[in-house]
């Protein structure tokens, strides 16, 4: 009989509206590394073109510190090297910035394959909200988040204590707010397509919104570098708001069925 069984089987088409899952494990890694090697080649290049614009790509992100510097006062490196290894990691976040959206469009190719047809057309909201939500976060962390940290530290400087930050230091914190805003205001973008696989609704965020607001404090308790609570909760409103744009979202996202 299973001699039968298997005889009268009969492959799925390729136009078939269920997920393509019958890729084999060697094949799905080859895919994984295709799609690396293509993102990565995006990231080179555009990290090549910000490469040529650098100073002023430099002297933009510093301008929230050098705005709260003391009257004559310039920030400082200690390291010799501090200033160019700098730059060139700037380099690599700019390249990959402005290479988001093909890098977002390359996940998308290599998640596509496990997805049903209905679910494969939404390749362009994908790219469209995740590349509108990493530039957002950058632009919040810069002109708003970042700008308000700098200013509180700056705060406390007087005469017997001057505010001097090192570049490096400045580097390394705007880059951590940079990655924590960026991967915030990702959260329409997930809510949106949880919502289009009946995984969340509208109905479920509402019902849990106090949690969401408990849980997105603490974690701005643990990302803000302060500890006052004017900074983290400049860091938990956009969490918040998003999570109320979410509700929104996702309400707007759902299959038109009983949520």
Known sequence: MAAAAARAYVPPPDDDPSPGGTMAFLEHLDELRKRIIRSLIAIAVAAAVSFL???RIFTFLMEPTRRVLPAGSTLIYT?????FALEMQLTVIVGTVLASPYVMFQLW??????LYAKEK??????????SVGLVAGAAFNHYVLFSAAMAFFASFNQPELKFLPSVDYVFSLYTKMLIAMALTFQMPT????LAR??????RWLARNIKYAILLIFIVAAVLTPSTDPFNQTLFAAPMIVLYLLSIVIAWLAAPRARQ
């Open 79 to 83: 390291d010799p090297s501090a200033v």
């Open 53 to 55: 614009f650098i100073n």
């Open 190 to 193: 997930i809510v949106f397509f």
């Open 197 to 202: 696989m009946r995984m969340v609704t509208a």
């Open 121 to 130: 057309r939404f390749a362009i909201p994908f790219v469209v909200l995740s």
């Open 109 to 114: 190719r290599f998640i596509a394959p496990a």
